[in-house]
């Protein structure tokens, strides 16, 4: 190929890159926009640019984190999520570590009945875990985060399962001849070969936990709302639509969001990558 | 080994959580579905019943067609357009990193505020004609197919794009020096040697697509009424609006885990086959 033809097909792939581009951020952008609108203005004419008479300023941001209590909403998402990808983490290391480590006819099992809830969508257990969860009382924020730890298991268990199997057990062994217990054992060599896995495992969940909707919202909506069901709740709570707040609430979904990833990206296109293999 | 006494602290938080939010609810479901109940506790056994209820209700069969056709068109787009992004970001070009982020975004965005934001668009452009999304299905369902590819295509690309890093460049330039030109070389080297990316983009996807439930409520709710309701919505709605269908829900429920098991089996048996070995 001529350095011409190749500098040509060059610019064709980057004319490609920046269409493409223009459709993935337009819709956020869209939204960024309306939020500063007034609410009459913005199903009226959504492509438009504020202008002296539909500008809102942040009029739509008040309103909407009042209607909806947003802040509230955050810190529960916030809560949750951490402490339910903790719970997952640790909880299921050691037992998959278990499951690797000592081999018989009931780890087997256990590790079968795991895989094989991966499987299952969330609609087949949907009434009968809320109605199990609420006669067990664990339809409260701490009770939510046995229930993810529960749900979280098969995956996590399969991926960790999948790492340590191609762990030597030498070093675990020497561990233990210098008299460590299994717990110290786990936590102060096993655990830290686990590190990768464990942000991956961490990375997946807490970007299924904090969007999660239907879990929560029957579990534990009608008291505390995580702020995927505030935003559902400002759709469907009121007889006509505050657009204006919907918007503003859209835009505070999406900036920690945003914030997290442009901080965490490498790990979390990793975890991607890590998490897509082992499936 | 020591560690088998530890069975109460390795094993057991992990397995009563499990317990209590998976094993009991899988089991109690497939028993309630043969029954009919309000509470669980007045639960009566009705056999069958149920699942003829369910296959005769048209709501259900609509939102199994609806799934299946928007499952279908939203696979195949995604993973083409995914697998053009990643061959274009896998050519050294410059940027490469600004772009793989700026696509990868929407992934992160929950379905809720996804269907939301779709639908501010879509309207928008649908109030030239006059209409709103909800005024004919074919617009719900292409406003799903959209919002599908913009949420899940970044998501494709980065495995897409791990498979294609992962073809050691010689077996390229071979195939070059034998005279294959560039469809052949995608054909016959690179597509047989991503095929592990190939089965798993399917395969999520797949089941994806299948289970969508937030952005289906947000985005349309199943309106014009319930034409756009796929499978999760239509049990969803079985159970909670309509009093003494619990049962039915239930069944239909099973229903969706029994086509879901089977899609996911089959789907990875058959890709599995082709995959080669490096």
């Known amino acids: 190929m001529n350095s011409s033809s190749k500098a040509f097909s060059k610019a064709v792939l980057y004319a490609v890159l920046a269409v493409a581009s223009a459709v993935f951020l337009a819709p956020i952008l869209i939204v960024v926009i309306n939020s500063f609108k007034g609410k009459l203005y913005i199903s009226d004419e959504p492509f438009s640019l504020p202008d002296g008479e539909t500008f809102a300023g942040l009029e739509n941001y008040t309103s909407g984190i009042e209607k909806t209590e947003f802040i509230s909403a955050f810190g529960w998402s916030l809560f949750i999520t951490v402490f339910s990808v903790l719970a997952i983490v640790i909880f299921t290391s050691m037992t998959a570590w278990y499951i690797v480590r000592v081999k018989n006819f009931f780890t087997k099992a256990l590790y079968f009945i795991f895989i094989f809830s991966m499987i299952v969508p969330f609609q087949m257990v949907m009434f009968t875990m809320t109605k199990t969860a609420a006669e067990l009382s664990l339809d409260t924020p701490w009770g939510i985060i046995l229930i993810y730890l529960g749900f979280g298991a098969g995956l996590a268990v399969f991926m960790f399962c999948g790492f340590l199997k191609s762990v030597p057990l030498e070093i675990e062994e020497a561990a233990m001849i210098d008299g460590c217990n299994p717990l110290q054992t786990f936590f102060m060599v096993v655990f830290p070969i686990l590190r990768p896995t464990a942000i991956t495992v961490a990375i997946l969940n807490a970007m299924w936990i904090w969007n999660d909707y239907l879990l929560p919202y029957l579990l534990i909506g009608s008291e505390y709302k995580t702020i995927p069901i505030a935003v559902q709740y400002l759709r469907g709570g009121y007889g006509s639509v505050d657009m204006g707040a919907l918007m503003a609430m859209l835009v505070l979904s999406i900036v920690p969001i945003i914030i997290f990833y442009l901080f965490c990206q490498k790990y979390i296109i990793k975890g991607i990558v890590a998490g897509a293999v082992k499936g | ?278």
């Open chain 2, 1 to 278: 080994m020591a560690l088998k006494k530890y069975f109460p602290v390795f094993v057991l938080p992990t397995l009563v959580a499990f317990i209590i939010a998976f094993a009991v609810p899988f089991v109690l479901g497939i028993y309630l579905s043969f029954t009919e109940f309000i509470t669980v506790a007045d639960a009566q056994w009705v056999g069958i019943e149920n699942y003829i209820k369910a296959f005769s209700n048209d709501d259900f069969i609509n939102a199994l067609w609806f799934t299946v056709r928007f499952t279908v068109v939203s696979v195949i787009t995604v993973n083409l357009i995914a697998f053009i992004l990643a061959s274009i970001l896998t050519k050294g070009l410059k940027g490469t990193n600004i772009f793989r982020t700026v696509f990868f975004m929407p992934n992160l965005i929950g379905g809720i505020v996804l269907g939301y934001i779709w639908q501010l668009i879509i309207n928008g452009v649908l109030q030239t004609m006059g209409v709103t999304i909800t005024y004919d299905p074919k617009y719900g369902f292409w406003g799903l197919v959209i919002l599908m590819n913009w949420q899940l295509i970044g998501y494709m690309m980065v495995i897409y794009i791990a498979g294609i890093q992962n073809i050691p460049s010689d077996l390229i330039d071979a195939s070059k020096v034998d005279g294959a030109n560039r469809w052949q070389t995608l054909r016959n080297v690179t597509v047989p040697l991503i095929m592990p990316s190939i089965t798993i983009c399917l395969f999520l996807t797949l089941t994806n697509s299948f289970k969508l439930f937030d952005q289906n409520l947000a985005l349309t709710a199943g309106a014009p009424s319930k034409q756009t309701a796929m499978l999760a919505l239509d049990i969803y709605n079985t159970f909670y609006s309509r009093i003494g269908w619990e049962g039915v829900g239930q069944a239909k429920a099973v229903i969706f885990f029994v086509i879901v098991a089977v899609i996911s089996f089959v789907q990875l048996a058959l890709t599995r086959k082709r995959e080669v070995e490096q």
